[in-house]
């Protein structure tokens, strides 16, 4: 058996401008810049390993590029979210959809909310971000769905970020990189921690593939933190998807898959 990792993405749609914002003021954005960021960045996923396996388009979803919020993938199951923007809960069908052939779902039910985007996965702990999108009781629906297989969920809150992932993310070691001016590092039961640099706010949204990490453009002294730290690194120019407020692991929901060694099957678990 082998593991291979299959990256779920979703193409730029040219209404990306008519975005939802929360935290940022809004300024003009460049579809077919958005668009080719958004294609560099699927290459890098594909160059660390990754199949990329786009879901229809949603033209009429501006924010239907950031896959990451309609869903929370585990090794056993996938959670279907009920974004806590009302303009995104057109998103979520067709990521069940892909999703069915890999996992078993669950749903979170109304009137709870949550955005996949505050919700960080650290072992077997899942950390849940109180906030404009995600309720009380979209994390306690989270926690309900996810228990049987042993994962527990605790809430935290992140200050002045659409999601708590906007302030903090999970690094291969358990370690986690943050933006102290955002979150409190004592609110993840102790984990070490890495700062990131304090003017590169966009750097503490990182993603992790395949024993790499990737960094965006923006950030490049919280990258030099990560390589200090012995981490390989990977940067990808995302800012014309960050003036909608996005960040990288937003363009992605990332599913492991067993497969045979000698790749004959590659048919889902
Ligand atoms: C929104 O406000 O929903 C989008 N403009 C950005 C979503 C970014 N997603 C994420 O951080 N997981």
Redesign the pocket.
């Known amino acids: 058996m082998r593991i291979a990792l299959i990256a779920l993405t979703r193409a730029v749609p040219p209404s990306l401008a008519r975005?939802?914002?929360?935290h940022i003021a809004r300024e003009p954005i460049d579809w077919r810049r958005a668009r080719d960021q958004h294609e560099a960045y699927e290459g890098v996923l594909r160059s660390l390993g990754c199949s990329v396996l786009r879901l229809p388009a949603l033209a009429e979803h501006?924010?239907s590029v950031?896959v990451?919020?309609a869903a929370v993938v585990l090794d056993e199951c996938a959670v279907i979210t009920r974004?806590?923007?009302q303009?995104?809960r057109g998103e979520v069908a067709s990521v069940a959809e892909a999703l069915r052939a890999f996992r078993e779902l669950r749903y979170i039910q109304a009137p709870a909310t949550l955005?996949?985007?505050?919700v960080l996965r650290v072992g077997k702990r899942l950390y849940v971000g109180l906030s404009t999108?995600t309720t009380a009781d979209g994390a306690r629906e989270l926690a309900d769905a996810v228990a049987p297989y042993g994962y527990r969920v605790d809430c935290v809150t992140a200050r002045d970020c659409?999601?708590l992932?906007?302030a903090v993310s999970a690094l291969p070691d358990g370690r986690l990189l943050l933006d102290p001016s955002k979150v409190d590092g004592g609110a993840f039961g102790g984990a070490p921690g890495i700062a990131i640099h304090p003017e590169e706010h966009e750097g503490a949204?990182v993603l992790f593939v395949n024993e790499t990490v990737v960094c965006p453009a923006s950030a490049p002294r919280t990258r030099e933190a990560l390589e200090e730290n012995g981490y390989a690194v990977a940067s990808v120019d995302a800012s014309e998807l960050a003036k909608?407020?996005?960040?990288l692991?937003?363009?992605s929901l990332l599913v492991s898959v067993r497969q045979q060694d000698d790749r004959r099957d590659s048919s889902p678990r």
């Open positions: 975005c939802e914002l929360t501006p924010d950031f990451e919020d974004p806590g923007a303009s995104r955005d996949g985007g505050d999108r659409l999601h992932k906007t949204n909608a407020e996005g960040g692991t937003c363009c």
